[in-house]
């Protein structure tokens, strides 16, 4: 079992709905969460962090946690063209130790 | 503009010959790592320093040197490139370590080794 999953996608969305990412774990120490949006050929950019379960939001975004299923989220709401990129989960156990998912491909379609 | 920057962006070298690849940030962080990312596998950890003149492997260490002689760079070096160092190779940095704040990342250098 992969220690950070993610669906591969591609997510496809309609301009202006939900887009919902979803990202298990297996280390249950696990105490900081993040979501990155990487956009083709350029570098990852965080976006989000949570470190509570619950939600927590920022603009369109928000991340949901719940740490006893082990899962973190991201719903994108309103979703425009220029949010088509692929978002990457990372979770750590530990101040030093960081793990990335592979990622989800996320397309929103005009 | 807080940043971190590498160079090359691209770089292309054949087997065996050394290379480097200069990381620097200006946000005064702590704490600064090496990523490779390859299709289908992610972003994998090669190095990491949480400090000046600390450095600790990742989870792909092998074939990669690093270090950390003043806070603001950690230059990535190969001494003897093979064809399955061919990536593309992200410096991150943060304040403490990663896992409490996130990081910022560099904008990437892609290697090819033939």
């Known amino acids: 079992q992969k220690e950070v999953e993610q669906n591969s996608g591609p997510l496809s969305v309609p301009e202006g709905a939900i887009a919902s990412l979803n990202c298990t774990y297996s280390d249950r120490v696990s105490q900081s969460f993040f979501w990155y949006r990487q956009y083709s050929g350029k570098s990852p950019e965080l976006i989000m962090s949570?470190?509570?379960?619950g939600d927590k939001e920022d603009g369109r975004f928000t991340a949901q946690l719940n740490k006893a299923s082990q899962y973190v989220s991201l719903l994108i709401r309103d979703s425009q063209p220029s949010d088509s990129a692929t978002y990457l989960c990372?979770?750590?156990?530990?101040?030093?130790?960081?793990?990335f998912g592979t990622g989800t491909r996320l397309k929103v379609l005009a | 503009e807080a940043q971190v920057t590498q160079n090359p962006r691209y770089l292309i070298t054949v087997t065996g010959k050394k290379l480097t690849v200069t990381c620097s940030q200006n946000?005064?962080?702590?704490?600064m790592s090496w990523y490779r990312q390859d299709p289908g596998l992610g972003l994998r950890q090669i190095y990491y320093s949480m400090n000046v003149e600390v450095t600790d492997k990742g989870d792909v260490p092998e074939g990669y040197k690093v270090s950390r002689k003043e806070k603001r760079n950690f230059p990535l070096i190969l001494e003897s490139p093979s064809p399955n160092q061919t990536s593309l190779y992200f410096c991150?940095?943060?304040?403490?370590?990663?896992?409490?704040?996130?990081?910022?990342f560099g904008s990437g250098t892609r290697l090819t080794v033939v």
């Open positions: 946000m005064n962080h702590e704490y």
């Open positions: 990372a979770v750590a156990p530990g101040t030093y130790k960081y793990i």
């Open positions: 991150a940095s943060s304040f403490v370590g990663g896992g409490n704040y996130g990081y910022t």
């Open positions: 949570i470190y509570s379960n």
